[in-house]
């Protein structure tokens, strides 16, 4: 089984994005807009022969972090992380984004998953959503703004320009050709080894978030939340958030 993480802000369709892939609806989807950190529910899914595990993963609708919202981030980071680990690693990076102009949120959330989740080392393909109503053909869109995310610095190794609603049949249809083409693209066998980073990824994703924060982190603090939400033995949660709060995250453990 292959394990994708897809992510992307409130509204960009990510859970109609799991059904499109699955040809059915395994995922509610929802217009809660409200601001999150990294929650996810997990949707197993199959097609044309192959099993995928996707974790759709809520990830930051603000650049900036309140404590609360950090210590949110730290425990579930850290689960995301242990659960991800239990199944494989992460072969595939999906970025759901809806059509329009590239947002610091936008940046922010890629930075998030391909740079500091991931350390660059997972393939990352871009879904853009809500093209139903492209005067053209849905990929002219790419074609148009391919230069803007390079000059962004924003970089995939594959995209689909599509529609998640399915009250435009011939559009549906086609995008969900779209997208699980480009997924087995980079997916399949011989590709790579699906990426697993242990404690270094953890922490070298929550010091990345606590450049977003607003005032300073508390070792004693993250400790705590380790402790107690996530099940870690104290020395151990004592000595990952002490590597949090350090300017240079110490070698491989």
Known sequence: MKNIVLFGQSGAGKSSLVNLMAGEDVAATSNDLQRCTLRWQNYPIRFDGESYMVFDTVGLDEP?????????????????????????????????????RLTDTLRSNYRLFHEFLCDKKVPIILAVTHLETEPEKMEEWWRRNEKTFNS????????????????????????????????????????????????????????????????????????RRLVKRCGLPPDVAKKLASRINKDVVDGAT
């Open 64 to 100: 900036q972090l309140e404590i609360t919202e950090y210590l949110d981030a730290v425990e579930n980071a850290y689960k995301l992380i242990q659960d991800l680990e239990a199944q494989g690693g992460i072969d595939l990076l999906l970025f759901c984004m809806r059509a329009g």
């Open 152 to 223: 962004q610095q924003i970089r995939v190794v594959g995209h689909a320009c599509i529609t998640a609603k399915n009250n435009f049949k011939t559009l549906y249809e086609e995008s969900r050709v779209t997208i699980r083409d480009v997924i087995k693209q980079f997916t399949a066998d011989g590709q790579r080894q699906a990426w697993i980073g242990g404690n270094n990824m953890f922490v070298s994703l929550m010091r990345k978030l606590k450049q977003l924060l607003v005032g300073n982190s508390h070792v004693k603090k993250i400790t």
